[in-house]
């Protein structure tokens, strides 16, 4: 794909996820936010097998199956888990926002495990866009103290190591088949979790929540995450994280026109922050390749 390419896969991925906040918001009338992840991983998975399965080979090996499930565990469980149970105490809009702060873990991160070199300016964006979410998780822990900000920055904390572990340990693997196994993986541990403690309510099984979890697992997961692998086995993770500050800007926009969320002047003041991190983050828009990516994307194609 060319960059022009991966320009526009950018923005379709980034879309897609920022309507993901309103449509929760939707789905918890009818299931609970555990039930919201079983279901959204079984459609990944169904779909992630549809749409790719051509390029899906599995491993052989016992240490890379194990990866991909304790990448699917960072990546899609405890992640999605605890965005789902913090987006319920808290508006979508500011759910995506501190989601969010994982493009600023992601790039610490990979300045330290990674070894990757940061610019001037991406480092002072980051900082920027780091204060700007520091605003913001102060102006709504005063507003309404509660457990849900501190779920929705784990969620962030656990997505940003996902993305690191990838880059470390799963680029040799091929993105077809990374994206579909860690939710063929992680499917049967959210199955059992959620039968446990009944979680799903079968009785409560409405069309209306079926077509969210159809849209949600289908274009805005399982394709949405192959978009994801790709870029970052293409890209450096600090050239490709600091454009998913555009993922809140978009969600504020639907959560507005979809549910009528309004925020806080101190919450439009630290995003305006985040978006002047994004401007310094991305002098160089996909400028940072790295060569064990562009030989996974290679051997992905093969």
Known sequence: MSKAADSLAFFAMASSWALNYPLVKFAYEYQSPMSLLFFRILFAAVFSFVFFW?????????????????????????????????????????SSILIYT???????????????????????GTIVGFLGMFLIFADQLSISPGIGLFFLMAGAVSWALGTVYFKKYLLHVGNFTVNTLQFLYTLPIVFVFDMGTGAINFGNMSWQFLLIV??????????????????????????????????PALSIVFSYFILG?????????????????????????FSARNQRGNQAVADTNK
Not at 76 to 90: A, D, K, N, S
Not at 110 to 117: G, Q
Not at 261 to 285: D, H, M, Q, V, W
């Open 214 to 247: 159809l849209y949600m697992g289908s274009l805005s997961t399982s394709v949405a995450y192959y978009i994801y692998l790709h870029l970052y086995s293409k890209y450096s993770v600090s050239s490709i994280s600091s454009y998913f500050f555009a993922v």
């Open 261 to 285: 969320e309004n925020s806080t002047l101190l919450t439009y003041i630290g995003f305006a922050f985040i978006s002047l991190g994004i401007y310094l983050s991305s002098k160089r828009i």
């Open 102 to 124: 994982y493009p600023v873990i992601s790039i610490a991160l990979s300045a330290v495990l990674l070894k990757e070199k940061l610019s001037l300016l991406r480092t002072l």
């Open 54 to 94: 051509k390029g899906i080979k599995f491993p052989r090996d016992l240490k890379t199956n194990l990866s991909i499930l304790f990448f699917g565990l960072l990546n899609i469980v405890l992640f999605m888990g605890f965005w789902f149970v913090g987006e319920g105490t808290e508006s979508s809009a500011i």
